[in-house]
């Protein structure tokens, strides 16, 4: 997974990050745990978990990130 190609992700400085669409200007705030969630699934290091399932969905679904394959075939 990746940030779409419209989306700026800013960590804030108390913890979190802000993502937000350049184009619609939709803007989606995350609390420290779920930026530490979206650090993993960027790195493509994230548990299987339900919950880390929920949040990528929700962010899949929302247009945040977009799904793209590895090219060694792993994800």
Same mark, same amino acid.
């Given at each position: 997974?990746?940030?779409?190609p419209?989306?700026?992700?800013?960590?804030?400085?108390?913890?979190? %990050?802000?993502?937000?669409?350049?184009?619609?200007?939709?803007?989606?705030e995350?609390?420290?745990?779920?930026?530490?969630?979206?650090?993993?699934?960027?790195?493509?290091?994230?548990?299987?978990?339900?919950? %880390?399932?929920?949040?990528?969905?929700?962010?899949?679904?929302?247009?945040?990130?977009?799904?793209?394959?590895?090219?060694?075939?792993?994800?």
């Open positions: 997974m990746r940030l779409a419209e989306v700026t992700r800013t960590r804030l400085p108390f913890g979190g %990050t802000v993502l937000v669409n350049g184009v619609t200007m939709d803007l989606a995350c609390q420290e745990p779920q930026s530490a969630i979206l650090d993993r699934l960027l790195d493509r290091s994230a548990s299987d978990a339900p919950a %880390t399932r929920a949040f990528a969905a929700a962010l899949l679904e929302g247009g945040w990130l977009i799904w793209e394959d590895c090219p060694d075939g792993v994800a």
